[in-house]
């Protein structure tokens, strides 16, 4: 008699589907043959937890084992009740799983390059150059990898296919020839300059553009920027990504500029007018009416982030500022100016102390 599925996989009879793939899925990519060539032990391990989650990935199956002990029904087709072989449907699973290295292998690896963009290049958009390492033909071998650049040869293992076909039960399925680890090409006289990489890290130089708005997380695109892999002539992309940085007069949100204007309480009270700084490097005047409460926002219309013509607006709130060490004349005219407002405030203290009051009341 076989294992207990739920042993072979290492999770109790609790545990839902989702711990269960989670548990097949490690144990398969770990005794996977690939992973394990020519390991009979490994191979074994590996039908077994295939076979284990036969059985718990499939929730009748799973509760006729909990209900017998065995699995029922499936087994009796098959000798050993655990001897079924590998179903097309655990394998489009596994390559699922391994797919990325799979299907990924013809594809040119990303490069992204992070970058930090002050806060109004940000904003307004500018040009920039950038220098990096980027990986690009040998020049020793012109990229072939080759002695002298020779032209490559077929991998004599595998005729040039990069892989190796496997017999396993009535599939078979290829595993990476070992070679030329999947490559398909003979490396046997590699170039001693690159090892036969065919590629070495060398700086790269691209001018580009900063779009107006970009924000932190952004991704610029640079065609053709990117690494170059052996044989081929042209290059991935670049991704660039941005960070923009923080400024210590304004924020953004969207396409909109948030600041704050201290002002003199004079100010606020009398009305007048601010010199309030943009991202376009200039001040734009900005009238305070009288009887400005502190914390108002005012608006400046189109003095956001964006192209010209679509712009956002630039946000400014008012902070009132109390002053501090007043000097004598100050003081007095202080004093004279509460005594000739003391009944206006007084009318509202009392109002809330009226309020306040009541409450114990
Ligand atoms: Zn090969
Ligand atoms: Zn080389």
């Not at 072939?144 to 599939?171: D, E, S, V, W, Y």
């Not at 590699?190 to 970009?214: K, L, N, T, Y």
């Not at 009398?270 to 200039?282: Q, R, S």
């Not at 009318?347 to 309020?355: A, V």
Request: proline share 6%; net charge neutral; charged share 25%.
């Amino acid at each position: 008699m076989s294992r207990d599925p739920y042993e072979v996989l290492g999770v109790d009879r609790e545990a839902d589907v989702q711990k269960i793939r989670k548990a097949y899925r490690k144990l398969a990519a770990k005794y996977h043959p690939d992973q394990n060539p020519g390991d009979a032990q490994a191979e074994e391990r590996f039908k077994e937890v295939a076979a284990a989650w036969e059985i718990l990935g499939d929730e009748e199956r799973r509760a006729r084992y909990d209900r017998y002990g065995r699995d029922v029904g499936a087994g009796e087709g098959f000798p050993g009740g655990f001897q079924t072989d590998f179903s097309a449907d655990m394998f489009s699973e596994l390559f699922d799983f391994f797919g990325g290295g799979r299907s990924g292998r013809s594809s040119q690896p990303k490069l992204l390059v992070p970058l930090e963009v002050p806060f109004i290049e940000a904003a307004r958009g500018g040009e920039r150059r950038l220098k990096y390492q980027r990986k690009a033909p040998c020049g020793g071998c012109k990229g072939q990898g080759t002695h002298n650049g020779m032209p490559p040869k077929p991998c004599g293992r595998c005729g040039g296919m990069g892989q190796i076909p496997a017999q396993r039960g009535f599939l078979t399925f290829a595993s990476e020839c070992d070679a030329c680890r999947g490559s398909g090409v003979d490396t046997s006289n590699p170039c001693s300059r690159c090892r036969g990489a065919g590629v070495s890290d060398q700086e790269h130089q691209v001018s580009f553009r900063v779009p107006p708005g970009v924000t932190t997380g952004t991704r610029l695109r640079i065609r053709d920027g990117g690494h170059y892999q052996r044989g081929s002539s042209s290059p991935g992309d670049l991704y660039i990504e941005v960070q923009v940085a923080e400024h210590p007069f304004f924020t953004a949100q969207g396409k909109n500029i948030y600041c704050e204007a201290p002002i003199g309480f004079s100010q606020a009270a009398l009305g007048g007018k601010v010199e309030i700084p943009t991202v376009d490097g200039k001040t734009v005047e900005m009238r305070i009416p009288a009887g400005t409460q502190n914390g108002t926002e005012f608006r400046l219309r189109g003095k956001g982030i964006g192209a010209d013509g679509q712009r956002g607006h630039q946000f400014v709130r008012v902070v009132v500022v109390v002053p501090k060490n007043l000097d004598a004349k100050a003081k007095a005219a202080l004093r004279d100016y509460a005594e000739a407002v003391g009944d206006e405030l007084n009318e509202q203290e009392k109002s809330l102390w009226e309020t306040l009051g009541s409450l114990f009341d």
